[in-house]
């Protein structure tokens, strides 16, 4: 069965420098990654997605990811992060039947200035 | 883009007593739609799966006779959490695959905050 694994809890960053969210999956198939950004008391956005094909995908925000299938990971970067960044992201992946989204345990990220 | 309009957005109630969410697809039909539970700093948990005209698929754990759900039309789709206890305090979230599908991602609701006292 598929699964993500976010590896940090936490990130706290300080405002403009760059940060990098990890993800990393497991599946035995043909996988389709998402980001999503959930803000305090609010849904969840999507960031970006990886489908197919190119591996570097570009999203909202100036956010970023990178499927490396060699290395299980789908990991988020953005070069320079704002404030209004400081929000839980979540990873997730398109579960085999193709019907819902697994999601990761999320990592909140604390940009202060 | 679409959207998933999820209300209410808080509700506080008393023990013993029901509550109804209510998640509509402003601009898309969504013949599925699906419901998590959110608990803090944690994150979402899949707990069924509503479909229009059909009864819904509960995931493992989910008791379906107290998390009732209910996709009467295409655009509209319901839990209702009976007999609701303090330990069903919780965020719940609805989502739906957007007009292009799922591959294209996930369209979700703003959230329900229900605190049961």
């Known amino acids: 069965a598929q699964s993500v694994t976010q590896l940090d809890s936490q990130v706290p960053v300080f405002e403009e420098a760059p940060v990098e969210l990890r993800c990393n999956y497991s599946?035995?198939?043909?996988?389709?990654l998402f980001w999503y950004v959930q803000y305090p008391n609010q849904g969840l956005q999507l960031l970006l997605k990886?489908?197919?094909?190119?591996?570097l995908v570009k999203g909202i925000n100036g956010f970023e990811a990178e499927f490396n299938k060699s290395q299980t990971s789908f990991h988020l970067r953005k070069p320079s992060v704002h404030i209004s960044d400081t929000a839980e992201y979540f990873c997730?992946?398109?579960?085999?039947?193709?019907?819902?989204?697994?999601f990761g345990k999320g990592t909140t990220l604390s940009v202060s200035s | 883009g679409a959207v998933v309009s999820q209300h209410p957005s808080r509700v506080i109630c008393k023990s013993g007593t029901s509550v109804k969410i209510e998640c509509r697809s402003l601009d898309f039909q969504a013949t599925t739609m699906f419901w998590y539970r959110q608990f803090p700093k944690q994150s979402l948990m899949l707990m069924a799966t509503?479909?229009?005209?059909?009864?819904?698929?509960?995931e493992q754990g989910v008791e379906k006779d107290k998390f009732l759900i209910n996709h009467a039309s295409l655009t509209l789709s319901t839990l209702t959490v009976t007999s609701a206890h303090p330990e069903d305090s919780s965020f719940y979230i609805c989502?739906?695959?957007?007009?292009?599908?799922?591959?294209?991602?996930?369209?979700f609701g703003s959230g329900t905050r229900l605190t049961v006292v």
């Open positions: 989502s739906a695959p957007g007009p292009q599908g799922a591959l294209h991602g996930y369209t």
């Open positions: 990886y489908l197919s094909g190119s591996t």
């Open positions: 599946s035995s198939v043909s996988v389709y």
């Open positions: 997730a992946v398109l579960n085999q039947a193709g019907t819902a989204l697994i």
């Open positions: 509503s479909n229009e005209g059909s009864k819904a698929t509960y």
